[in-house]
């Protein structure tokens, strides 16, 4: 490598390292863990779902990922942002001609098939079904947010290679799943996953494919939309008649024989 490629290369590894601080400080500064409301519950109710609080709808929780697309929107029409992400762009020009990584469009699942392989488990803080079914609802909502500002906005790939640049979808599936496993699993897990997160947003721009705003924008999303899962699923659960059968207090099965058939009887004391 010449003394410019690497010079460049440092310049890159700089401003890559300047997006994951921003992530990582918004969500340190705006994002309260779910543990922590639930430590405001009275542990003498048997009844109180203890992380309930953190499915309500809080203001603060959309400053982070609000902030995030706020920023990356401002690199659309703002002259001093878009002369900055067209330099940062065009630092390592040199390099992704010669060699480029592809895993992003694998690892951008990780966090998510991480949440998804948990589901299985009891570590959660929510029943099992309740917590596919929040992943789902936040997958869909990716999804619908990401393509439909895709196609709205029409912006042009650095690469030139298509005209749906921003935001970045890898980024967006990506940041939720982390988000995900951060409501659910914990800080523990959750920094995990953010990791490869910011992994993937920084590959988005290595391999020529996004520009830094498209990538705060789609990590913006991501966060968003795990949120939105988690604030969706007392109404989900009252669609599914799950909050009635939460009043269940005494469940048995037992055995059942008579001169015809034998199996289980199933009893319940509401």
């Not at 490598?1 to 500064?29: D, E, K, P, Q």
């Not at 659309?76 to 942002?81: A, C, S």
């Not at 630092?91 to 991480?114: C, E, M, S, V």
């Not at 990506?174 to 659910?184: D, P």
């Amino acid at each position: 490598m010449t003394l410019r490629s690497h010079s460049r290369y440092i310049a890159t590894r700089n401003a890559i390292l300047r997006c994951s601080a921003i992530v990582i400080s918004l969500l340190l500064s705006f994002s309260a863990p779910p543990a922590v409301a639930a430590q405001e519950i009275a542990s003498d109710s048997i009844t109180t779902n203890l992380y309930e609080p953190s499915e309500k709808f809080n203001f603060k929780q959309l400053i982070a990922p609000v902030s995030l697309i706020a920023l990356g929107a401002c690199g659309i029409n703002n002259n001093w942002f878009t002369g900055n992400k067209y330099t940062t762009q065009d630092l390592n020009i040199d390099n992704w001609h010669r060699r480029k990584f592809r895993g992003d469009d694998y690892i951008q699942y990780l966090p998510i098939a991480t949440a998804a392989v948990l589901n299985f488990t009891n570590l959660g803080r929510h029943p099992k079904r309740e917590r596919w079914v929040m992943t789902a609802t936040a997958c869909a909502i990716t999804a619908i947010l990401t393509n439909s500002i895709k196609w709205a906005v029409n912006e042009r790939r650095p690469d030139s290679s298509a005209s749906n640049s921003f935001p970045s979808g890898h980024t967006a599936t990506a940041f939720m799943g982390a988000e995900l496993v951060r409501i659910e699993y914990g800080n523990v897990w959750g920094i995990g996953a953010y990791t490869v997160a910011c992994a993937v947003g920084a590959l988005r721009m290595y391999n020529n494919r996004h520009w830094f705003n498209d990538v705060l924008a789609g990590a913006g999303i991501g966060i968003l939309s795990a949120r939105a899962a988690l604030w969706l699923l007392p109404l989900e659960r009252k669609l599914f008649r799950w909050d009635k059968l939460s009043s269940v207090s005494n469940v048995a099965i037992v055995p059942l024989a008579t001169t015809r058939n034998v199996g289980l009887a199933l009893t319940a004391q509401f």
